[in-house]
T-cell receptor, first 113, second 109 residues
């Protein structure tokens, strides 16, 4: 029973490029969450999605960031025109229902040069 | 949103020692999880514990929701316990987890 999968594990982008981070939830899970961890800090919630719906995006920066969870395929976190301050570890989590235990993927470490 | 405080922020233990990590939160919760982030950055689920007490091997956790705290007890610590321990309660009306700043544990020989 595979856990939450994220790819790529490491991503290097130059300022101004786009970054696409992918997350496949655990089998049977339809709730996906994205969190960001800046260096030496705790994780901060970004967005909560169910299939084809954004439920809570209160933690998403207002510009350049977007997320989707289509009917088929993985959830995507997209960062346009990346800046150095976007360098962080981005974690995806999934759960079976909205108030169930969340399981985390290995994270994608984004470095912006 | 919920405020989460973890203590102590840093902890050094000699192998074999016991310790208790504390997590205080400011509001009612419907979910609380403890995680261990190992030195490679992976987040490992330790406990899903919105209330009550659970034990798993050398670790146990207790959450008293009415008093707005949770604690994690580590017995007979090992060097592999090193890393950062995060407490993350879930908002009473939403599903997102709010992470504390963590307790950084180093277990020495």
């Amino acid at each position: 029973n595979a856990g939450v999968m994220q790819n790529p594990r490491h991503l290097v982008r130059r300022r101004g490029q786009e970054a696409r981070l992918r997350c496949s939830p655990m089998k049977g899970h339809s709730h996906v969450y994205w969190y960001r961890q800046l260096p030496e800090e705790g994780l901060k919630f970004m967005v909560y999605l169910q299939k084809e719906n954004i439920i809570d995006e209160s933690g998403m920066p207002k510009e350049r960031f977007s997320a989707e969870f289509p009917k088929e395929g993985p959830s995507i976190l997209r960062i346009q025109q990346v800046v150095r301050g976007d360098s962080a570890a981005y974690f995806c989590a999934s759960s079976k229902t909205s108030d169930n235990e969340q399981f985390f993927g290995p994270g994608t470490r984004l470095t912006v040069l | 949103g919920i405020q989460v405080e973890q203590s102590p922020p840093d902890l050094i233990l000699q192998e074999g020692a016991n310790s208790t990590l504390r997590c205080n939160f400011s509001d009612s919760v419907n979910n609380l999880q403890w995680f261990h982030q190992n030195p490679w950055g992976q987040l490992i689920n330790l406990f899903y514990i919105p209330s009550g007490t659970k034990q798993n091997g050398r670790l146990s956790a207790t959450t008293v929701a009415t008093e707005r705290y949770s604690s994690l007890y580590i017995s007979s610590s090992q060097t592999t316990d090193s890393g950062v321990y995060f407490c993350a309660p879930g908002d009473g009306t939403a599903s997102k987890l709010t992470f504390g700043t963590g307790t950084r544990l180093q277990v020495t020989l």
